[in-house]
């Protein structure tokens, strides 16, 4: 195999650099792997530079390394199913008799509880239930003809569709027993039909449903004869809804300005509750009334910083989701945006009756659930987005998809995530014409040819809602940056800065100067090219600020430390320990995500006024500074780049709050040049990395087009090559050779390497191929194809003697290759696990290769003759550290004996879970590897969950980390029920440091979580009731007979 990459390397002249070869050597190659946080990622030399172990410039791993973990979720939702058969009961109960639909009254409690006693109600579930045995409502996927109907309004009137969550809301009601008390109060309703359900035994709600089971049994029955009316009636169905929905797409389209673009004027007053918007900016609205995006054409959007652009993608979405009625894909970069969005959206997916569903992490369904009559929007990281389009595709429902959304469309040309991102738009574009593609950036300088791309329209504007000044600072002067003047820059002022001797020696680039012309009244960002810088930065401001600092918002500060011991059981940070009290931390993936989010969380409030953070802050989470300090125009040793400076810069001002936002660039004399450069240069332009990125681009969309059929022969594969983002660029990016012969080379090395096979053919202009048994194991476990060879060699290898005395052998067979690659061991802490370990465990380094005899040896510096495979050694080291950790579940005491990262600890744990279910996937492609299949279930729960068991119901929900949860579950919340139902009032006073804010998320959550899950159900019941399609008909079988 890697042979063949190096072979074709050579041959692919790419534009910008050359890319490392599969064909190097494992340790060349790992120079150019990014080391660390959770991943897989590729570092390429111009986008993400080369960095020391330290400095390397962190992700907080919260990208999504490996893309598919839906048989995990599968399993958990079976089992939890199972576990539920009292609430299930308890909903199936509800669908036969009562609860499943709301009056149309006024919801209660937020929305949420609502009781319904009114006759066309009762009328309308007479209807309903009557349908349901009929077997006909399941027919008819446009469900809203009842909802319309019921509202006595036509669905052109713009009718309010979140009636349709009254449904739930009341079903939901019926599962209240179990809360605490404090959280009950508020949804008891005078309500006889449900206080009838509620007071029945659970054996009651257990007949109920059998009964239910049994009169829709026989109501199917009856309804089977005869057929082919039925299907008559589900044409008829389908090409009403069809009307239906082409309808209120002209009414749409036409009616631009709708009560509010369309929209029901709810949403505004939900903009209005939620994020404080009153208004539209001006560019927002021409925007959202252009032809083009009243014409549904693919659009991009590009505007500075803070411009406003989620607001415009927001309200296309609700337009798709409630108006036209399709599904929305949302695509964001870093699983914290997934869940700060998930988070943002979920009152509004509650109010207006769509589901918000997360694809981060471990979390998301492949293929998604089918909705019986509500939309989803799915919020997704690029991996977890990609793997979502292929189950669509897979499974014939691209076409659901009405609208993807890309923010931050620039990553396109980074590395492997970017190769990941451009080959989901390409399968989008080649395999569904009704799917809308918008995307959004403030970073974009070659949009053209992404325009070409994307068969786009383009909107750009220069707003900024606040104004942002740029200063960069030499020695005490400061100058203001002027693409008038000269050089850039013209002078402002001098630096007020009268330093003892120690300071100036400290802090010889005048930084405490500088934070506290704006701290503690207003907030202050300073960008630190290293982890470690971040932390010394932060400490040595500490160190010379007044005592006066301390008094600033005291009380929230000490809780602050309070909490932060809390969820940690018991440990602090030191560091923070002496930062928080002046109001100061540093922010980077050293972290663990409970203490990201409590500090993030505490800066947002204004409790902390100054973070030291690296750049991914500025990508990575929203939270704007009135000042953004750069503290070097350098991240790790690579000179800034002009996107990097812009989205760094762009923290600065935050709309509503400041009136003015400011950056400060410090260099030192030495860079003036490269600065001045800098900062008049245009931005980088964008290009696409999917040929460069070997195994995780262009070997990868190979096979997914082969596995998936979208195409298998040479010319088809050429023409979805030809509308890549590649095909665009390939005059620039290919010089020797044409994009053909590429493709025949690469369909070449994929055949030579046993992942794909040629068909036979009778002309070889015909030549087509489809993918082997490794092939579809590689692709359906979303395999890195580097490690692909290795992964069936180390299971192969396993099936000769596995043992399976501890877990330790299956760790280390789910133990990520990438991160083994990059990882260094400490000899000594090796050392001193492996002669703790048992006989059996030391078995299993035994069967590796690892003695203990070579460990002791590197342990005490001694030269070792024998040739050890230093992979093997690494990643058996890192098997160490998650078997320790999964028998402590600690990851403070880990991270002390391991002498780790806590931050990256848990990078490993999620890389691992993840990395598990993928080789269980590979696995079940594989009838060899039978054996592995339960194995790894269990595994993959036991790495996913590292928590106690009763917490990770409540994990669950979006935001609710370990820490959280322990408190929730003390305070009373013991299941998603329980959270679903709470008061957030009643939350905030019960749970110890807990915002309004995040109370009223958390529930939100849970409340669309439940709510997805009460529908699964009901889908699953309706699944079960349904007579099959392929049911002999009466007709069919008199005439076979006949
Ligand atoms: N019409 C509006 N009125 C008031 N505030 C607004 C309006 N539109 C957006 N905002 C606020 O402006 C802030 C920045 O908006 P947003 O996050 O959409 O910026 P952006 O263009 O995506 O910037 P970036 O490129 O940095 O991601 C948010 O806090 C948002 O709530
Ligand atoms: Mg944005």
């Given amino acids: 195999m890697d042979e063949g990459g190096s072979r074709l390397r050579r041959r692919v002249s790419v534009r910008k650099r050359d890319r490392p070869s599969p064909g190097k050597p494992r340790q060349e190659q790992e120079e150019e792997e990014e080391p660390g946080a959770g991943g897989r990622r590729r570092r390429t030399a111009e986008a993400q530079p080369l960095q020391s172990n330290d400095s390397e410039e962190d992700m907080f791993g919260d990208y999504d390394s490996f893309a598919e973990n839906s048989f995990l979720a599968q399993v958990d939702d079976v089992e939890r199913q199972y576990m539920q058969v009292f609430e299930r009961g308890k909903l199936a109960a509800g669908l036969s008799t009562d609860g499943l639909r709301g009056d149309g009254g006024a919801p209660a409690a937020g929305g949420f509880a609502a009781s319904e006693t009114d006759a066309p109600a009762r009328n309308r579930r007479r209807r309903e239930d009557a349908s349901a045995q009929l077997g006909i409502l399941d027919d008819v996927p446009s469900s809203q003809g009842f909802y319309f109907e019921d509202l006595g309004i036509s669905p052109a009137d713009g009718g309010n569709p979140c009636t349709g969550e009254r449904a739930w809301a009341s079903s939901l009601e019926t599962l209240n027993e179990e809360l605490p008390q404090n959280s009950v109060e508020q949804h008891q309703q005078p309500d006889d039909s449900s206080s009838e359900v509620r007071s029945g035994s659970e054996e009651n709600r257990r007949k109920s449903l059998k009964e239910h089971l049994k009169s829709a049994m026989t109501g199917n029955a009856r309804a089977q004869t005869p057929v082919f009316s039925r299907t008559k009636q589900l044409k008829e169905t389908l090409l009403s809804e069809e009307i239906s929905v082409a309808k209120k797409t002209m009414e749409s389209s036409s009616d631009d300005l709708g009560p509010f673009y369309s929209l029901p004027s709810k949403v505004r007053d939900l903009y209005v509750q939620f994020k404080g918007i009153e208004k539209l900016y001006e560019w927002q609205h021409t925007c959202l009334t252009l032809n083009s995006v009243q014409e549904r054409k693919n659009l991009i959007y590009s505007l500075p910083t803070s411009g406003g652009k989620t607001l415009v993608a927001e309200i296309l979405m609700l337009q798709e989701l409630l108006c036209r009625r399709r599904d929305v894909l949302m695509i964001l970069p870093y699983v914290a945006i997934v869940q700060e969005k998930i988070s943002g959206l979920s009152s509004f997916g509650i109010e207006l009756g769509f589901f918000?569903?997360?694809?981060?992490?471990?979390?998301?369904?492949?293929?998604?659930?089918?909705?019986?009559?509500?939309?989803?929007?799915?919020?997704?990281?690029?991996?977890?987005?990609?793997?979502?389009?292929?189950?669509?595709?897979?499974?014939?429902?691209?076409?659901?998809?009405?609208?993807?959304?890309?923010?931050?469309?620039?990553?396109?040309?980074?590395?492997?995530?970017?190769?990941?991102?451009?080959?989901?738009l390409a399968k989008i574009l080649y395999t569904s014409k009704t799917t809308q593609i918008i995307g959004m950036s403030a970073t974009l300088s070659n949009v053209e040819d992404l325009q070409e791309f994307l068969q786009a329209e383009c909107y750009t504007s220069q707003f900024r809602p606040v104004e942002l000044k740029e200063y960069l600072k030499i020695k005490e002067a400061i100058y203001?940056?002027?693409?008038?003047?000269?050089?850039?820059?013209?002078?402002?002022?001098?630096?007020?800065?009268?330093?003892?001797?120690?300071?100036?020696?400290?802090?010889?680039?005048?930084?405490?100067?500088?934070?506290?012309?704006?701290?503690?009244?207003?907030?202050?960002?300073?960008?630190?090219?290293?982890?470690?810088?971040?932390?010394?930065?932060?400490?040595?401001?500490?160190?010379?600020?007044?005592?006066?600092?301390?008094?600033?918002?005291?009380?929230?500060?000490?809780?602050?430390?309070?909490?932060?011991?809390?969820?940690?059981?018991?440990?602090?940070?030191?560091?923070?320990?002496?930062?928080?009290?002046?109001?100061?931390?540093?922010?980077?993936?050293?972290?663990?995500?409970?203490?990201?989010?409590?500090?993030?969380?505490?800066?947002?409030?204004?409790?902390?006024?100054?973070?030291?953070?690296?750049?991914?802050?500025?990508?990575g989470v929203n939270l704007p500074a009135r000042r953004v300090i750069l503290r070097a125009p350098y991240v790790a040793k690579e000179?800034?780049?002009?996107?990097?400076?812009?989205?760094?810069?762009?923290?600065?001002?935050?709309?509503?709050?400041?009136?003015?936002?400011?950056?400060?660039?410090?260099?030192?004399?030495?860079?003036?040049?490269?600065?001045?450069?800098?900062?008049?240069?245009?931005?980088?332009?964008?290009?696409?990395?999917?040929?460069?990125?070997?195994?995780?681009?262009?070997?990868?969309?190979?096979?997914?087009?082969?596995?998936?059929?979208?195409?298998?022969?040479?010319?088809?594969?050429?023409?979805?090559?030809?509308?890549?983002?590649?095909?665009?660029?390939?005059?620039?990016?290919?010089?020797?050779?044409?994009?053909?012969?590429?493709?025949?080379?690469?369909?070449?090395?994929?055949?030579?390497?046993?992942?794909?096979?040629?068909?036979?053919?009778?002309?070889?202009?015909?030549?087509?191929?489809?993918?082997?048994?490794?092939?579809?194991?590689?692709?359906?476990?979303?395999?890195?194809?580097?490690?692909?060879?290795?992964?069936?060699?180390?299971?192969?290898?396993?099936?000769?003697?596995?043992?399976?005395?501890?877990?330790?052998?299956?760790?280390?067979?789910?133990?990520?290759?990438?991160?083994?690659?990059?990882?260094?061991?400490?000899?000594?802490?090796?050392?001193?696990?492996?002669?703790?370990?048992?006989?059996?465990?030391?078995?299993?380094?035994?069967?590796?290769?690892?003695?203990?005899?070579f460990i002791g040896k590197k342990a005490s510096g001694q030269a070792i003759k024998k040739k050890v495979d230093k992979d093997i050694v690494n990643r058996l080291y890192l098997s160490f550290v998650l078997y320790t950790l999964l028998k402590e579940t600690n990851i403070w005491s880990v991270s002390e004996k391991f002498n780790m990262p806590r931050g990256y600890i848990q990078s490993l744990l999620a890389g691992a879970a993840s990395f598990s279910s993928c080789v269980l996937h590979f696995c079940e492609e594989l009838e060899e590897f039978w054996v592995y299949r339960a194995l790894l279930v269990e595994l993959t729960k036991k790495l996913t969950y590292c928590v106690k068991a009763e917490l990770i119901p409540l994990m669950e929900v979006t935001g609710v980390l370990e820490g959280r949860a322990k408190q929730l579950y003390n305070a009373g919340y013991k299941s998603l029920i329980h959270l679903a139902n709470a008061n957030p009032e009643a939350l905030i006073r019960t749970v110890d440091h807990l915002s309004r804010r995040q109370a009223k998320q958390i529930v939100s959550s849970a409340k669309m979580l439940l709510h997805e899950k009460a529908e699964a159900l009901q889908e699953e019941v309706e699944e079960l009731l349904r007579p099959p399609s392929d049911f002999p008909s009466v007709e069919a079988s008199s005439t076979e007979k006949a």
């Fill in 356 to 424: 918000v569903e997360e694809y981060a992490g471990s979390k998301g369904k492949f293929p998604p659930i089918k909705r019986r009559e509500k939309k989803s929007l799915y919020i997704a990281t690029i991996e977890k987005g990609h793997s979502l389009v292929n189950s669509l595709i897979e499974t014939g429902r691209i076409g659901s998809l009405g609208l993807v959304v890309v923010d931050e469309l620039h990553m396109i040309g980074e590395g492997s995530r970017g190769a990941i991102l451009e080959m989901t």
């Fill in 480 to 619: 203001e940056v002027d693409n008038k003047a000269e050089n850039g820059m013209t002078f402002s002022r001098l630096l007020n800065c009268q330093y003892s001797d120690t300071l100036k020696k400290m802090d010889p680039d005048h930084l405490v100067a500088l934070v506290t012309e704006v701290i503690p009244n207003y907030s202050c960002l300073v960008f630190c090219p290293t982890k470690k810088n971040c932390e010394n930065v932060a400490e040595m401001i500490c160190k010379f600020l007044s005592k006066e600092y301390l008094k600033h918002r005291e009380k929230e500060k000490h809780e602050l430390i309070k909490n932060l011991k809390s969820i940690s059981g018991g440990n602090v940070c030191p560091i923070l320990k002496r930062t928080i009290p002046f109001g100061v931390a540093y922010h980077h993936s050293g972290l663990t995500s409970d203490e990201r989010r409590l500090l993030e969380e505490a800066y947002s409030a204004g409790a902390l006024c100054l973070f030291t953070c690296t750049s991914t802050l500025a990508a």
């Fill in 639 to 853: 000179f800034l780049k002009r996107s990097q400076y812009e989205q760094m810069i762009g923290r600065a001002g935050r709309a509503g709050i400041d009136s003015v936002g400011e950056s400060v660039l410090i260099l030192q004399e030495k860079d003036k040049q490269q600065v001045s450069e800098l900062i008049s240069r245009p931005l980088e332009n964008c290009y696409s990395h999917l040929v460069q990125e070997f195994t995780k681009g262009i070997q990868t969309l190979f096979l997914s087009l082969i596995g998936l059929k979208i195409a298998t022969n040479l010319d088809d594969i050429c023409h979805f090559m030809g509308g890549t983002l590649f095909g665009v660029q390939q005059k620039i990016l290919l010089k020797e050779k044409s994009l053909r012969e590429i493709t025949v080379e690469w369909l070449r090395y994929l055949t030579e390497k046993g992942l794909l096979q040629k068909d036979v053919v009778d002309k070889p202009k015909d030549e087509s191929f489809h993918i082997t048994k490794l092939g579809r194991a590689s692709f359906k476990g979303t395999i890195d194809l580097a490690y692909c060879d290795i992964l069936y060699r180390d299971l192969k290898k396993g099936l000769e003697g596995l043992v399976l005395e501890s877990l330790l052998h299956l760790i280390y067979l789910t133990t990520p290759y990438d991160m083994a690659s990059h990882c260094v061991p400490d000899w000594m802490i090796y050392f001193r696990q492996f002669s703790q370990l048992s006989p059996a465990e030391q078995n299993v380094a035994a069967l590796l290769g690892v003695s203990e005899n």
